[in-house]
């Protein structure tokens, strides 16, 4: 019929190489992948309000900076937390904090059950001990912390560092620093760390 195609995925970094890399499905190896980095609060805010203006509502400033801070900046988070906190307001002309708040809860459960339980499943022994080494830093890790709280060496320690940059779970910051990438994963391997 001469009509043209195209076909758009989204996933995390290592379920996207591992499902590229099959050999069954070798279509998707010459496909272009686009990999988002986080968005900087300003351009979540913008594309928030602009979203809603066409939408046909308003929202309260309260209730935007609220969105903005639970996106975390995470492309996905944002879709999550937009969606939910717009079905909340349902007929309502303007956004308030209160659907922002109902969205936020839906849009953190669905992102738990999404993103965070899978994610941790996929983690190996090693993956989660790394992870879990991290949690004392407030912020970012080094390398040398990790390790030292893991009791291992820094050469063990940097294999389970680059399978965890791998899977999106953490990313480098200034210097030789790095942290958690996924929203809410902290927290999350803090409480599966007091489960055990």
């Given at each position: 019929s001469g009509r043209s195609v195209a076909l758009l995925m989204a996933g995390l970094p290592a379920n996207v190489t591992d499902l590229v890399e099959d050999a069954r499905i070798s279509f998707l190896r010459r496909s272009r992948q686009q990999f988002l980095e986080t968005i900087s609060d300003v351009e979540v805010s913008s594309a928030i309000r602009k979203t809603i203006k066409r939408g046909g509502k308003a929202i309260e400033d309260d209730a935007l900076e609220k969105i903005v801070q639970a996106s975390a900046g995470y492309p996905y988070m944002m879709q999550l937390v937009g969606y939910f906190t717009w079905?909340?307001?349902?007929?309502?002309?303007?956004?308030?904090?209160?659907?922002?708040?109902?969205?936020?809860?839906?849009?953190?459960?669905?992102?738990?059950?999404?993103?965070?339980?899978?994610?941790?499943?996929?983690?190996?022994?090693?993956?989660?001990?790394?992870?879990?080494?991290?949690?004392?830093?407030?912020?970012?890790?080094?390398?040398?912390?990790?390790?030292?709280?893991?009791?291992?060496?820094?050469?063990?320690?940097s294999t389970y560092k680059r399978r965890l940059m791998h899977q999106g779970v953490i990313g480098e910051r200034g210097g030789s620093s790095f942290g958690f990438d996924i929203p809410l994963m902290r927290e999350y391997v803090a409480e599966k760390s007091n489960d055990n």
């Open positions: 079905l909340e307001a349902d007929d309502d002309d303007c956004i308030d904090v209160e659907h922002v708040r109902l969205g936020i809860k839906a849009a953190q459960s669905d992102f738990r059950r999404g993103v965070l339980d899978r994610t941790w499943k996929e983690m190996s022994p090693g993956d989660r001990a790394f992870a879990t080494a991290m949690l004392p830093d407030e912020d970012t890790s080094t390398l040398s912390e990790v390790a030292r709280r893991m009791g291992r060496a820094t050469n063990y320690a």
